[in-house]
């Protein structure tokens, strides 16, 4: 079959948040762009953060709140691009929106603005679009200048055609979610070209535990707690979640990132409270234990820990004035150090994101393309800089799809 052959200054794989980013940049800068995605909905991501408001931001984003190997790569991306720069373009076009904590940015409406926002500065750069359309075959053609061509190109092929290109921008994002269409195609095409690519795993995900271990706490779905849970020297003090299979929440998403297998996790499940100073004031109470842990944590779920924990300690539920001090303060060691071990995670389906991408030594922290390949460009979430909750990895497509738009 014929396949029409077009010609482009830059071709952008991947129509998500980085992608639109770069090629409204690009076309300001009077690049001819095309826009190539296989998804029969734009931006779905987007369209699903944040409950559909879109946590679009955090205000008070650093480079400190990004996991990588090559943790400074994203500082220059980060400065050039701030949530500030982004705050101004919803405000340009008329987009409120209000933080709901920690410095994470809502939209006051839905998070169909921030798409249709992208579409707008898109149409306006005069962006060409090919969606859906599935990319079949990526072609490098190096500068020869004693061959007919003497610049170099990418030819694309597609189910609808063949693109010529000067600069490739692969934003495909990572593997998590693809019931919405995520695939491994970017890390696919990083390595055709002899591009390493970290190792990856599902990340900002739930935490599953064995039956044995989590058996008293599977009745407990949907208690959530106020907590401090650490692993490998990173700690978050958020919510946690109980669900059938393990727990969720946002400081249980947050240590996912950091956890690896077969590791503890260390919950301290009152974090503002020094519990041996509650335990000495009740000394002589004739209070029982789980009742006096009601008034801090919630009844169900002090229950069923007082039933697993006291029984690892061959202790058993009585008045508090019947528990020797040393019982106490080994009762108080566990509720400020719960360590539990995860048998793995919920994996990519519920996962918010990819941890690990496109290695970041093998790019340019100032303009996002190849060392190895002029003209390709990685950026977003395909990249190896997988930022926290609340925010941080769509200002990471935000700072990596302007920084490369900038100059492919």
């Keep these: 079959m014929f ?59 650093r480079a400190e709140d990004f996991i990588s190997s090559n943790p400074h790569f994203c500082r220059s991306a980060l400065a050039r691009f701030t949530p500030q720069d982004f705050i101004a ?26 798409i249709d926002m992208l579409l707008r500065e898109c149409a306006a750069a005069r962006v060409d679009w090919q969606m859906p359309s599935q990319l079949k075959q990526v072609e490098y053609l190096p500068a020869d200048k004693e061959t007919q ?7 694309l092929t597609t189910e609808r055609n063949t693109i010529e290109a000067s600069s490739l921008v692969i934003a495909t994002g990572g593997l998590s979610i693809p019931q919405i269409g995520a695939s491994a195609l970017g890390y696919q095409i990083a390595s055709q070209f002899g591009i390493r690519v970290t190792s990856l795993r599902p990340a900002l995900v739930g935490l599953t535990f064995a039956v044995e271990d989590f058996i008293l706490f599977k009745d407990i779905p949907g208690i959530a707690m106020d907590a401090e849970v650490s692993c490998r020297g990173s700690a978050f003090r958020e919510s946690i979640l109980f669900t059938h299979r393990g727990l969720s929440g946002p400081a249980i998403l947050q240590i996912s990132s950091y956890w690896q297998q077969g590791e503890l996790i260390h919950i301290n499940l009152l974090p503002q409270q020094d519990v041996q100073q509650i335990f000495l004031a009740h000394r002589h109470s004739a209070m029982l234990l789980p009742n006096l842990l009601a008034r801090y944590l919630p009844k169900r779920f002090v229950q069923v ?18 528990y020797r001090e040393v019982e106490l303060r080994q009762i108080a ?39 190895r390949i002029m003209g390709l460009y990685f950026i977003g979430e395909v990249v190896d800089v997988t930022g926290h909750l609340g925010g941080f990895n769509f200002q990471w497509a935000w700072s990596s799809g302007y920084t490369a738009g900038q100059v492919a």
């Design 3 to 61: 396949l029409k052959k077009i010609s482009k200054d830059v071709v952008i794989i991947g129509a998500g948040a980085a992608g639109m980013m770069c090629a409204m940049e690009a076309g300001k800068r009077g690049r001819s762009v095309m826009l190539v995605d296989h998804a029969r909905k734009l931006a779905e991501k987007i369209r699903i953060s944040g409950g559909g408001r879109c946590n679009f931001t955090n205000r008070y984003t």
């Design 89 to 114: 373009l919803l405000e340009k076009h008329g987009i409120r929106y209000h933080e709901k904590k920690l410095g994470q940015l809502f939209c006051d409406d839905s998070s169909q603005q921030i």
């Design 149 to 155: 061509h003497a610049e170099r190109k990418f030819v």
């Design 305 to 322: 820990w007082c039933s697993a924990t006291l029984v690892q300690l061959s202790m058993t539920v009585k008045p508090m004035n019947q």
């Design 333 to 371: 060691d566990k509720l400020h150090n719960w360590n539990i071990t995860p048998t793995g995670t919920v994996g990519y389906r519920k996962a918010e994101v990819t941890l690990g991408g496109v290695d970041t030594h093998e790019l340019s922290s100032k303009t996002m393309e190849s060392k």
